[in-house]
């Protein structure tokens, strides 16, 4: 199984839904689709901002600095706070992904994280899936600490 495979395997395994696209395809996505209220895509120049308030975030679609195929996890570098109130508070979390960055193991992102906490006030988020979380009698409750639902696009020619 290749790495793409790897991690798209666990990723599904934690609910995400996983979406293999060209860089065209989702640029035409973005162009058709209002319903983004945060885009934050540094390679595509899109940004869109919004103040965040106690209705949160519909739906919000952000770039993933890297992925780790063993685990089927989102690393981003968060040290902006609205991208970092993005990742937690929507209720809808897309994430584009470009190809070249999934990595097979958690070591693999070590020059990554090193070079990031050199950085003052680094904040870095490790995204797995939807949140979840259960009470004391098992009984789960989804979207807690995190959105509600994880949507990957995997980009492949970037």
């Known amino acids: ?3 793409v ?11 995400n839904t996983n979406t293999i696209k060209s860089k065209a395809e989702l640029e035409s996505l973005l162009d058709s689709n209002e319903e983004f209220e945060y885009v934050n895509l540094s390679s595509f120049n899109k940004l869109k901002e919004i103040i965040v ?6 739906k919000s679609i952000v ?35 470009p190809k070249s960055k999934i990595v097979d193991t958690i ?13 003052e006030s680094a904040y870095i988020t490790f995204i797995t ?15 807690v600490h995190g959105p509600l639902k994880v949507n990957v696009f995997i980009i492949l020619d970037m």
């Open 1 to 3: 199984m290749d790495t």
């Open 5 to 15: 495979d790897r991690f798209i395997y666990y990723s599904e395994l934690v609910g």
């Open 53 to 58: 308030n106690e209705k949160g975030i519909k």
């Open 63 to 97: 770039e993933a600095d890297l992925a780790i195929a063993e685990t089927g996890t989102i690393v981003i570098n968060n040290k902006n706070e609205l991208l970092r109130r993005a990742t937690s508070l929507s209720e809808e979390l897309c994430i584009v992904i």
């Open 107 to 119: 070591e693999d992102t070590e020059n990554f994280m090193h070079s990031l906490t050199e950085e």
């Open 129 to 143: 899936g939807a949140s979840r979380t259960a009470d004391i009698e098992l009984i789960l409750a989804m979207g």
